[in-house]
């Protein structure tokens, strides 16, 4: 490639000034690439690229540096990897979610995680309340674990505030009633201790009481 500074051809653009170095673009080697919507990516020779390398690592196009990256930028905001456009986007495309730990768009919540789509991203805790003012809990047994109000625990599963989780058996002291856990049964209600149910007296075990 010919290089200005030196006049000379070399093979490679220069690593050296100009922060980034220079990079390879239609046979001249400049600061910035000139062929519109390429990055300058480090691991294909210093060259102006449409997609950034993935191999033999996998790096990113920051459209605010118009440098291809390890990790996307923060600022002005949070941005995402996309792997299948090699890009850094601001949201991630229908179908795909956040993950903040990663920053990186994916197809499934990380293990531990839940998928919140209030904010359309993975959480290790979701969230107390959303929009409306109702809990959210965070449900195991989708496909993917997401977060979901009490009417929403699959079947056998019971909201559980104490650990913000749908689950099978509530915690210590709490009974079962309906889709929820709670301290104490209604009125008319009897914590059952041989099924973990809020019952009717009727329904008491057989020579117990209510």
Do not use: H
Request: net charge neutral.
């Amino acid at each position: 490639f010919k290089y200005n500074d030196t006049r000379v051809c070399i093979d490679i653009c220069p690593s050296t000034l100009g922060g980034n170095g220079s990079f390879s673009d239609n046979g001249m080697c400049y600061w910035t690439c000139i062929t519109p919507n390429t990055y300058r990516d480090i691991q294909s020779n210093r060259s102006c690229q449409p997609l950034c390398s993935f191999s033999p690592v996998k790096y990113y196009g920051d459209r605010t540096t118009w440098m291809c990256v390890l990790d996307c930028p923060t600022y002005p905001q949070y941005y995402y990897a996309y792997d299948p456009d090699r890009i850094c986007r601001t949201d991630c495309p229908s179908t795909w979610m956040r993950d903040p730990y990663t920053r990186k768009c994916v197809s499934t919540c990380p293990n531990n995680t839940f998928f919140d789509n209030t904010t359309d991203q993975c959480v290790q805790k979701c969230p107390t309340e959303n929009s409306t003012g109702i809990p959210y809990y965070g449900d195991t047994t989708y496909t993917i674990p997401k977060c979901v109000i009490d009417a929403d625990c699959s079947n056998g599963t019971y909201a559980d505030d104490q650990v913000g989780l749908c689950v099978s058996n509530c915690s210590y002291n709490q009974w079962k009633y309906g889709k929820k856990c709670l301290a104490y049964c209604p009125n008319g209600y009897y914590g059952n201790y041989a099924t973990g149910f809020c019952v009717q007296p009727s329904a008491c075990p057989t020579g117990q009481y209510a």
